[in-house]
Each structure stands twice: as structure tokens, then as C-alpha cells.
């Protein structure tokens, strides 16, 4: 069973910065597509960002220039650098992850839904 934590969320003030870590587990010898998403109190949850098996990455439009995503496959762990805050920036941070997948399948294209989710963390950014 893939796992999930994420950490490194906080209160800063506009324009400051966060790293979240999405430390994930439960899939030796496979790989898992991962995304980041959020959810403000009162809204739906909505893609932040994406980082698909070839390394391409995919922003919603509210944080493109602001926030980073990457992988590190040996570690097994998903960051989101985030920069240049804004208090609309302020939700729960979830990561999340698809289906595990054999890694040496050359061409494999990540699906769009995911199966697996952290338990967030909280992202605060006051004016």
C-alpha cells in the first residue's frame, strides 16, 4: 500500500517562501506519478502542480513563475517549491500519487486520476 507524508508547510508572510516534502513509501521496485494538490476552507480542492514519468511538469495558471515541482526517485520523495506567496496561496497541501508502475516500461504515460493521498499540511500566508 503506497504512503503518503507530506511536511514542511507554515505560516509565512506575502512574498515569502515554503518547501514541502512528500516523503512516500509501499512501492519497492516501482515508481508512482505524483502531484500536488490544495484545498481552502469552503472551496474545492484544485491541481496545483503535476510532474509526469519523462520529468515534464504541469502548473495551474495561479502559481506558474511561483512554484516548482521535482522528484527525486531515489529518495522517493516529492517537493514543491513555492515562492513569491500570496495570501490566496493559504490551504491544505495534499500530495498525491497514481497506481505504482514498473519504471523500466519505456513510454509509460502517467494517468490522470491518482489513488493515493497524504494527509496535507498546511499552508499559511498572511498580507
Known amino acids: 500500500q503506497v504512503q503518503l507524508v507530506e511536511s514542511g508547510g507554515g505560516s509565512v508572510h506575502s512574498g515569502g517562501s515554503l518547501r514541502l516534502t512528500c516523503a512516500a513509501s509501499?512501492?519497492?521496485?516501482?515508481?508512482?506519478?505524483m502531484g500536488w494538490f490544495r484545498q481552502a476552507p469552503g472551496k474545492e480542492r484544485e491541481g496545483v502542480a503535476r510532474i509526469d514519468s519523462d520529468g515534464s511538469t504541469t502548473y495551474a495558471d495561479s502559481v506558474k513563475g511561483r512554484f516548482t515541482i521535482s522528484l527525486d526517485n531515489a529518495k522517493n520523495t516529492l517537493y514543491l517549491q513555492m515562492n513569491s506567496l500570496k495570501p490566496e496561496d493559504t490551504a491544505m497541501y495534499y500530495c498525491?500519487?497514481?497506481?505504482?508502475?514498473?519504471?523500466?516500461?519505456?513510454?509509460?504515460?502517467?494517468?490522470?486520476?491518482?489513488?493515493?493521498w497524504g494527509q496535507g499540511t498546511q499552508v499559511t500566508v498572511s498580507s
Open positions: 509501499g512501492y519497492t521496485d516501482r515508481r508512482v506519478c
Open positions: 498525491a500519487a497514481s497506481a505504482p508502475y514498473y519504471y523500466f516500461i519505456r513510454g509509460y504515460k502517467c494517468p490522470n486520476e491518482y489513488s493515493y
